[in-house]
């Protein structure tokens, strides 16, 4: 299966996609993680991407796509995958789509989690106490709400119209998400037998 993860920022995307993925059986493939790899090397693509991302930015498409059409063409991408955070424009939508059409395929499902935009900004107030990332301060936390608002809330109205959306709620416990996505994908997978 290809299958995308989406929400906003905190909204657990990253925590649900090693599940998710591990139950289907494919990589899960994050694009704030490949970057944060980058970083943490010193490379030159991390050096870009560090100054959007500690910005709360989005870092530019052409280099975004650059690297996830280079991550898909590895082997073990070729029989499925989880995207964890991509796309987030309609420019990254396009351009997968692009990628996906050239081996003859499509995006099978959208999952989108939805969580209240307190419960985020508490959830990444306390990951920075944790974890010490960059990117969430408060200010830069509500900066990025903003931009999932302005530029990745309209892939919802893309994929709602290709039927290949489910919304699911990513309030309360962890495995209770986790419960909640597999419960989206067994029924969606129920419907294509
Ligand atoms: P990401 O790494 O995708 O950062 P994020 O949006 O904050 O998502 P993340 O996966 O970390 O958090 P999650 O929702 O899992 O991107 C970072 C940056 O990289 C972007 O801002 C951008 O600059 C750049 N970037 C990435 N992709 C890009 C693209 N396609 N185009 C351009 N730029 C791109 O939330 C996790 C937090 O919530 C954790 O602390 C977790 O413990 C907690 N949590 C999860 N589930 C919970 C639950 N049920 N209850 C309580 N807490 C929970």
Avoid: W
């Avoid at 989406?6 to 139950?23: L, N």
């Amino acid at each position: 299966m290809r299958v995308i993860i989406m929400g906003a920022p905190g909204a657990g995307k990253g925590t649900q996609a090693r599940f998710i993925a591990e139950h289907l059986g494919v990589p899960a493939i994050s694009t704030g993680d490949i970057f944060r790899n980058h970083v943490a090397r010193g490379t030159q693509l991390g050096v870009t991407a560090q100054r959007y991302m500690d910005a709360g930015e989005y870092v530019p498409d052409e280099v975004t796509n650059g690297m996830v059409r280079a991550r898909l063409s590895e082997p073990d991408a070729a029989q499925g995958f989880l995207l964890d955070g991509y796309p987030r424009t309609v420019t990254q939508v396009d351009e997968l789509d692009g990628m996906l059409r050239e081996t003859g395929h499509s995006i099978d499902l959208a999952l989108c989690l939805s969580v209240d935009t307190e419960d985020l900004v508490e959830r990444l107030s306390l990951r920075a106490r944790l974890e010490g990332r960059a990117d969430d301060t408060k200010d830069v936390i509500r900066h990025r709400q903003r931009l999932y608002a302005q530029e990745t809330e309209p892939l919802l109205s893309i994929y709602g119209a290709r039927d290949t959306l489910r919304l699911v709620e990513g309030c309360g416990s962890v495995e209770d998400v986790t419960e909640r996505l597999l419960g989206a994908l067994r029924e969606d997978l129920s419907k294509s037998v």
